[in-house]
């Protein structure tokens, strides 16, 4: 089946920016998410890319999404200590509409 | 963005009782939701997708005699835990599908049980 893998952790300085990467099987994944989860609370959706584009940007973060290799990653530009949270990767999962979840980023920032 | 509640955020129970979980789109109508499962530093499980005015449909592994999910509006769908026992002491989230768009989910706040 469907699989979604991301690295675990990644810890960067106050300002720099931060890069998190997903990997992802099942090719026919029509959109591909990044949701934010802070300690107790649910998922908060940051942003989507549909597969036919290569790249979208809003305001602080960009997706890159590289159909070929099936890798799509998120960039934080001028990390905060408030960006500090597990950052989710989900492909869709053909029309059913599931989501499969990638096992979370923690991304810790550094003052 | 589209707002999702759930109630209750958290919840206390006995042993061998039932709860009840609501989860509500506030500002859309959904007709899908999902009910997931997340254990401590773990990813979501995705538990069972709920359909307006039909039946859910259940993942592989999920007892649904034990998780009964209701979804009798456009905007809400519940969840109720049968004869609660400890193992089932967990974070529950629920997520609503947007009928527009890229066919993105936004969660609820989700809600912690803890069952005694």
């Known amino acids: 089946g469907e699989d979604v893998e991301q690295s675990l952790f990644l810890s960067v300085r106050e300002g720099d920016s931060s890069v998190i990467n997903c990997t992802y099987t099942?090719?026919?994944?029509?959109?591909l998410y990044w949701y934010k989860q802070e300690p107790g609370a649910g998922l908060q959706l940051l942003t989507y890319?549909?597969?036919?584009?290569d790249m979208k940007q809003d305001q602080r973060l960009t997706v890159l999404l590289n159909k070929k290799d099936k890798h799509l990653s998120l960039r934080i530009a001028d990390t905060q200590t408030g960006d500090s949270a597990i950052y989710f990767c989900?492909?869709?999962?053909?029309?059913?509409?599931?989501?499969?979840f990638g096992q979370g980023t923690t991304l810790q920032v550094k003052p | 963005g589209a707002v999702v509640s759930q109630h209750p955020s958290w919840v206390i129970c006995k042993s061998g009782t039932s709860v009840k979980i609501e989860c509500r789109s506030l500002?859309?109508?959904?007709?899908?939701m999902f009910w997931y499962r997340q254990f401590p530093k773990q990813s979501l499980m995705l538990m069972a997708t709920?359909?307006?005015?039909?039946?859910?449909?259940?993942e592989q592994g999920v007892e649904k005699d034990k998780f009964l999910i209701n979804h009798a509006s456009l905007t809400l769908s519940t969840l109720t835990v049968t004869s609660a026992h400890p193992e089932d002491s967990s974070f529950y989230i629920c997520?609503?599908?947007?009928?527009?768009?890229?066919?993105?989910?936004?969660f609820g706040p989700g809600t912690r049980l803890t069952v005694t």
């Open positions: 099942d090719s026919s994944s029509t959109y």
């Open positions: 890319i549909f597969s036919n584009m």
């Open positions: 997520s609503a599908q947007s009928p527009t768009g890229g066919g993105e989910q936004y």
């Open positions: 989900a492909a869709s999962s053909g029309n059913t509409g599931k989501l499969i």
């Open positions: 709920s359909n307006e005015g039909s039946k859910a449909t259940y």
């Open positions: 500002d859309f109508q959904a007709t899908t």
